[in-house]
């Protein structure tokens, strides 16, 4: 059965949910606060999962950080059951914020898992070229996901490019 869950009061609904959440430096100013609040939102998130629903989570700065690794296929969905939960909130309460931003092999790496939705978080203190911004958001439309963009953070800035409302424009 589908479900509605919610990042920041943005909504999505679903059977296969990912959650593509920046961990970059960027996140740690004010003391923290941008990576807590954004942590704390997501362990929100998944407790609205049921068994019948399914998760994966990608922490990235440089590089992605899938929840469980990578195995030999790249990384996998997980059951929203307590055992799968628990683990993944222990994942996301231990992740620290360091290192760049590359937005594009997180979000390529999500969407080859066939979500239904995409909860992205970044303060987009960096933005993808237009040639990776029109490959996202062309490979979401093939996966028939949606993604949610959600622009948050130290950084976050309503005169940015609207790079984020751009690649979140038309998806499913």
Known sequence: PKLKTSVFGIEGEGTRFLYVFDRSESMQGYGGAPLRAAKSELISSLQTLGAAHQFQIIFYNDTPLPFGGLGDRGPRLFKGDEQSKQAAMRFVRDIAAAGGTQHVDALRMALAMG??????????????????????????????????????????????????????????
């Not at 979401?140 to 949610?148: E, P």
């Open 115 to 172: 979500p239904d939705v995409i909860f992205f978080l970044t303060d987009a203190d960096s933005s993808p070229s237009g040639r990776d911004i029109e490959d996202l958001h062309g490979r979401a439309i093939r996966a028939g996901a949606t993604l949610h963009t959600i622009q948050f953070g130290s950084t976050a800035s309503a005169s940015g490019d609207k790079w984020l409302q751009r690649l979140a424009e038309g998806t499913a």
